[in-house]
């Protein structure tokens, strides 16, 4: 099993910024990807970005040249630097990991944590 545990959530005014993080313990051995996805009220939950450990990134149309993700192996930690925020970003924030063993994949969610744009 794999522990995440979030920090970084809060109120922020349009234009501002907002550093998530997400760290991972537990019985850990390949986290092949590490990311985030994000639910509003009344939508589907999205994927927001994802950074696999060979640095591979993947963004949402919608994050594009605001959002950064980051990780760093050594501490199991994936980072999402959020800037320019507007308030279609207000959602709760999930972390996301998918570990491999022997080929087998296996998935793992945060417990949210809330982004509230507003002035």
């Known amino acids: 099993q794999v522990q995440l545990v979030e920090s970084g959530g809060g109120l922020v005014q349009p234009g501002g910024s907002l550093r998530l993080s997400c760290a991972a313990s537990?019985?850990?051995?390949?986290?092949?990807?590490m990311g985030w996805y994000r639910q509003a009220p009344g939508k589907q939950r999205e994927r927001v970005a994802t950074k696999t450990d060979l640095g591979n990134t993947n963004y949402a149309d919608s994050v594009k040249e605001r959002f950064t993700i980051s990780r760093d192996n050594a501490k199991n930690t994936v980072y999402l630097q959020m800037n320019s925020l507007k308030p279609e970003d207000t959602a709760v924030y999930y972390c996301n990991v998918i570990q491999r063993i022997n080929a087998v994949s296996y998935e793992y969610w945060g417990q949210g944590t809330q982004v509230t744009v507003s002035s």
């Open positions: 537990g019985s850990i051995f390949r986290l092949y990807t």
